[in-house]
């Protein structure tokens, strides 16, 4: 590859990971990263321990953004910064990962591909500055392959020990590789990895009341097509199967017209070394126990990425083309990247109304600051918001927190009931709807009036209810 085309290259990925950190703070936190807020900046570290005992996830990314919000303080902005240099570190770890897999000839291609796979693709962008665990996760397994591949269990015990720490699908993939190394009497990798995957066990030994509940992860689904459709989503961006389609059209040209002798596969050692066997195991294993568990959810098969994008750099960049075939590949890839830059940056960059996962916490904040007696199905979410915002300097450090139903409740059968109430919520307009409505009829049957305010919220509902004896001019 000529030097024009790798500095090309560079300032492509430089454009993408530049692009997310300066869109950090665009859009409001949405609700799980306002939980990782409440979960980790707390003020002791044994009150985080506690929290999390209640949680779907292990404990070691928040303990690491307690350490982070304490040294380089707690607010929005520190809290995705993490996500975004560990999206950077596990992007270079698996361009140099794809390096050491390509031949000689072809190494200085192959860190071309892997580069734009690892920097530029919409599943790493996705992640690169949300507040949760999924980028260091990915830094973590690219870390773990890594030591896999040279052969140093202590360092590939003690990553994976991380990764599944880190995450449970990290520990789903630690122990498949066991099993995988163990079937193949590879006994250092294998006892290595269950070596790693002890402290991850222990852990939910200890979570098991909650993790073995009807609440840990009931929101996600029976697998279908849908789970595949999503997933393929996120690796391709917008139009997943149109795209699939484009790239098959693409091979048929290539193979005709391009130069394109045939079309080559992996080699075994390649998918056995890569780490892409065990991802493969460990993803029919968890879509097949989630027909009767269901935990396969589109977001978290990003633990793929450490596997599967070497690999892909290795296959793309071994790709032997005429000069037809070439430019037909630039095409295609101008296109690609091009699919990348504008839809791929979508979820990060909502526009003025700062619609994250369909909530608006931020503007909701905001317009109640400085106000009483508000009231949400989600306190607890808007108080964290609130907390969030003041540390910003967006608005000043609320007097009175949100209150929640119980709290509403107590308040209007109070001797001295107030005047005037503020209900609030955010999330998808129809469950947000739903459960603002018990709070808005047990007001209305206490004498209230309620009208909705900011009405130019798409994802969010504010109410002012005001007392029936309240004079209409105040």
């Not at 402290?199 to 789970?227: H, N, T």
């Not at 295609?332 to 369909?358: C, I, K």
């Not at 609320?398 to 509403?408: F, I, N």
């Amino acid at each position: 590859m000529k030097r024009s085309w790798l500095v090309l290259v560079m300032g492509f990925c430089l454009a993408f990971g530049v692009r997310a950190l300066l869109l950090i703070d665009a859009t409001a936190l949405w609700s799980d990263e306002l939980y990782s807020v409440g979960k980790s900046f707390q003020p002791s570290f044994g009150s985080l321990l506690a929290m999390l005992r209640e949680d779907t996830h292990p404990p070691a990314y928040y303990g690491l953004l307690w350490f982070w919000g304490h040294l380089v303080g707690q607010s929005p902005v520190s809290l995705r910064l993490l996500s975004w240099l560990a999206y950077l570190a596990g992007g270079l770890v698996m361009v140099r990962q794809a390096m050491a897999f390509g031949h000689s000839g072809t190494r200085v291609r192959v860190a071309a591909v892997a580069a734009l796979l690892a920097f530029c693709s919409p599943f790493p962008i996705r992640f690169a500055i949300e507040g949760k665990s999924y980028a260091l996760l990915v830094l973590l397994l690219a870390l773990a392959w890594w030591w896999r591949r040279s052969v140093r269990p202590m360092a590939y015990g003690a990553v994976a020990g991380l990764a599944g720490l880190t995450h449970f699908y990290g520990l789903f993939l630690v122990l498949a590789a066991a099993a995988w190394d163990g079937w193949r009497r590879r006994w250092s990798l294998a006892v290595a990895a269950l070596i790693g995957a002890l402290p991850a066990l222990a852990w939910m030994a200890y979570a098991a009341e909650y993790l073995f509940s009807s609440r840990a992860g009931s929101w996600i689904g029976v697998p279908d097509f849908a789970l595949f459709e999503e997933t393929l989503a996120r690796g391709l961006g917008l139009w997943p199967l149109p795209k699939l389609a484009l790239i098959l059209l693409v091979l048929v040209v290539l193979r005709r017209w391009g130069g394109l002798r045939r079309v080559p596969w992996p080699t075994w050692n390649l998918l056995d070394r890569s780490g892409l066997i065990p991802s493969l195991l460990m993803v029919l294993g968890v879509v097949a126990v989630s027909f009767v568990k269901p935990m396969a959810f589109s977001r978290y098969f990003v633990v793929l990425l450490p596997a599967v994008v070497p690999v892909l750099a290795v296959q793309i960049a071994a790709l032997e083309l005429n000069r037809f075939g070439r430019g037909c590949g630039l095409l295609v890839l101008v296109l690609v990247l091009a699919s990348w830059w504008g839809p791929g940056f979508a979820e990060l960059d909502a526009g003025a109304g700062g619609v994250r996962e369909q909530d608006q916490f931020r503007l909701v904040s905001q317009r109640t600051s400085g106000l009483q007696e508000r009231y949400s199905p989600r306190e607890r979410l808007f108080n964290l918001s609130d907390r969030m915002e003041a540390a910003m300097g967006r608005i000043p450090l609320p007097s009175s927190p949100w209150g929640g139903k119980e709290a509403l409740k107590q308040r209007l059968q109070a001797p001295d009931p107030p005047k005037q109430l503020w209900l609030a919520s955010s999330g998808p307009p129809l469950a947000m709807k739903r459960k603002l409505r018990s709070m808005q009829s047990q007001v209305e049957q206490a004498g209230f009036r309620c009208e909705p305010q900011a009405n130019d919220l798409t994802h969010a509902r504010l109410l002012r209810c005001r007392s029936q004896s309240m004079d209409p001019s105040e």
